[in-house]
């Protein structure tokens, strides 16, 4: 290098994304790129890249910034420039549109009912202008940002099959015809075009739900030829989990479409150290040809609505219907029926073990009260049935409460996270008063307790997990590793001390152990503080 970089960060171990052993170096970064990695810099004795910024990395690794695969930070992003809920923890890019459900593309009626749909997880919008319909315009939403001056950190987008469905049918649980199935073609197809990286559904979700399996895969075959990808929350992850799994396979193998499994857990009693059982059948996929990725989160709760958790016939004709049915006796005495006696749809096929659901947030908040307990505990302290206590905050928060549910297995969690196929996702639910940790420590979860705490992965193999592999997945020909002419994305942390300071008592508490981390060479963290800098933009599916 003839002239001076923006930056070098000297003397730093460098695990570069690929899953190769580290090595120490430094990097120099000018006009938002990598422009030079000079190793052993300093013991070669060799001419050191100069910068008008020089960072001492002495102890620290550096390596990309962290991609969480799955996000649910849609509104998030537009209403906090801070977002040091992601940006702390070293995330550099997120994707969101997950699980079928989202706000582009939609019309008025759509997005009204959407809204009022995902409530729990983004809470209502009010204070979001929703100045967008297509997938195209909430992409430059986000670009624009605050100001003009971007979001705090980038994200991709996948095209909500719920949503699109919502768009062209309604909330009906019946076949698409001829007609309404060109519609989602056309409107995936559009999403793609416009920039999404490819299409997600939510399995368990009303109305995504409602799709059959013939319905998803001529979807996909729209996905597979504008080079995007398949993210579903597959229909089961309790009773007939295995199956759902394979059902997922199989569709996306006729369509010809890159697969990517969402959450890919195994929960429930009845999954309890099944995990190899998935792993076998997706090594015996990926060993007939199929692209297959998947994400998983490090903990063992979930989180989604209390509403998810209901049989799909509920929620056919949308919110309102729903509502109506919950605030019928004889419906609703239904309801519970096939949620604790037969196992709804909505909750895996499994009775619903209210000891396991946990109240994490309302909209209302004159319901605060409930959050922090089981339902069970709730009814009892009420001297009620737990369905009793569940429908009245379904009704009175109008479908707003969101819930961890203790149902997951370490053991599970551990085999799937070591598969050559993981990448890492939070599932962070930001909105509510006890989010899941996951929402705010996933990523130096994984480093400090997986892998300096527990060895469950090498660091090397982590962060290739956590970077370069799901950079690979997305088709990003920059991001994702440390390489000379790469976007310089990237994070500086400590490994003797980086950890995940959220906890279930506390899960806004934001992690230890990682002082920078740069967006396009500006920092977004630095020495452990948020800056001001909203380096975040939009990521567009490429070619």
Partial sequence: MDDLADLVIQDADVADGSGAPSYRADVAVKGGRIVAIVREAA???????????????????????????????????????????????GVTLEVLGQDGLSYAPVDDRTLAEVRRTIT????????IDFDWRSVGEYLDRLDHGFDGQGIAVNAAYLVPQGTVRMLALGWEDREATPQELDRMRRLVADGLREGAVGMSSGLTYTPGMYARDAELTSLCRVVAEYGGYYCPHH??????????????????????????????????????????????????????????????????PGCTTLAALLPSWAGEGGPEALLARLRDDDTAERVRHHMEVLG???????????????????????????????VLESAALRGEEPWTTARRLLVEDRLGPTILQHVGHEENVRTIMRHRAHTGGSDGILHGAKPHPRAYGTFPHYLGHYVRES??????????HLTGRPAARLRLPDRGLVREGYRADLVLFDPATVAAGSTFAAPRTLPTGIPHVLIDGRFVVEDGRRTDVLAGRAVRRTA
């Avoid at 020089?54 to 992003?77: K, Q, T």
């Avoid at 729990?120 to 204070?127: E, F, L, M, R, Y």
């Avoid at 060895?455 to 290739?464: D, M, S």
């Fill in 43 to 89: 013991a070669a004795g060799c001419q050191r890249p100069r910068g008008t910024r020089e960072v001492d990395a002495e102890g620290l690794v550096l390596s990309p910034g962290f991609i969480d695969m799955h996000a649910h930070s849609d509104l998030a992003l537009l209403r906090d420039p801070d977002h040091s809920a992601k940006a702390a923890q």
């Fill in 120 to 127: 729990g997880w983004n809470g209502h919008g009010d204070d």
């Fill in 235 to 300: 229909r089961s992850y309790g009773a007939g989990a295995l199956e759902a799994y394979e059902e997922m396979v199989a569709l996306t193998r006729e369509a010809g479409c890159p697969l990517h499994l969402a959450h890919a857990t195994m929960n429930f009693g009845v999954n309890e150290g099944k995990a190899p059982e998935l792993l076998a059948l997706l090594d015996a996929a990926l060993a007939q040809g199929s692209d297959i990725t998947l994400d998983t989160y490090p903990y063992t």
């Fill in 344 to 374: 709804a749809d909505g909750c895996h096929g499994v009775p619903v073990a209210w000891e396991t659901v946990e109240i994490s947030g309302v909209n209302d908040p004159g319901l605060g009260a409930y959050v922090g307990r089981t």
């Fill in 455 to 464: 060895g469950v992965l090498t660091l090397e193999e982590c962060v290739a």
